[in-house]
C-alpha cells in the first residue's frame, strides 16, 4: 500500500512541478498542503547522494525490476498463463530480464554492505530480502515456469513480507532525516 501511494505522490508532485514552474513558492507551497491533507502525508524529497536516496533508489528498484518485472509476472504466468495485467508473455524474455537485474541487485548487496553501523536495521532486512530474492531467481531459472502449472514451488510470499519491511525501514530512515 505505501509503495503504491508513493509512487501516487510522486506522480502527482512531477506534475505539479511543471505546472508551477511560472508560480511563486506560495503557491507551491499552498498545493503541497493540499496534497498532504488529500493524501494524509507529508512530500518528502531525499537529498541527492545521500545513503537515504541510494537506499530509496533500491527500494524503487526492488519494485520495479525484481518485483513488478519479474517475480509478479511469473507467478501470474505460473497460475494463469498471462503477464500480470492479463497479457501474453515470453517467459524466456522475462527471466533473461530478470538475469540482468538479479546481476544490478549484486552491486547493492556491495552498497548496501558498506553503509555504517547506523544502518543495522536496513542492512539485516537487505540480507533477508536479498537472499530470498537469489532463491526465487535460482528456482525459475532452475525450474523453467510453465504456463497454468499451479507449481507452488514459486512462492512469493517472503519476498513480499521482506520487500515490504525494507521499504518501510527505507520511508522511516528518510522521514527520520527530513525532521
Do not use: H
Request: net charge negative.
Amino acid at each position: 500500500m505505501f509503495k503504491k501511494k508513493w509512487l501516487v505522490l510522486l506522480v502527482i508532485a512531477g506534475a505539479l512541478s511543471a505546472l508551477l514552474a511560472g508560480c511563486g513558492k506560495s503557491e507551491e507551497e499552498k498545493l503541497l498542503e493540499e496534497l498532504e491533507n488529500v493524501f494524509g502525508s507529508s512530500i518528502t524529497t531525499v537529498e541527492e547522494g545521500t545513503p537515504e536516496a541510494t537506499l530509496q533508489e533500491i527500494d524503487n528498484f526492488i519494485t520495479r525490476d525484481i518485483w513488478n518485472k519479474g517475480f509478479v509476472d511469473i507467478s501470474w504466468y505460473i497460475n494463469s498463463g498471462t503477464s500480470s495485467t492479463g497479457a501474453t508473455i515470453d517467459i524466456d524474455l522475462t527471466l533473461e530480464r530478470l538475469g540482468q537485474s538479479i546481476e544490478k541487485k549484486r552491486e547493492y548487496d556491495t552498497v548496501i554492505n558498506e553503509l555504517g553501523d547506523d544502518y543495522a536495521q536496513i542492512k539485516d532486512i537487505w540480507s533477508k530480502l536479498s537472499g530470498e530474492i537469489d532463491s526465487l531467481y535460482e528456482y525459475a531459472s532452475q525450474n523453467k515456469p510453465e504456463a497454468k502449472s499451479g507449481d507452488s514451488g514459486f512462492d512469493t510470499g517472503l519476498f513480499k513480507q521482506y520487500s515490504e519491511a525494507f521499504g518501510d525501514d527505507v520511508a522511516a530512515l528518510i522521514e527520520k532525516q527530513q525532521q
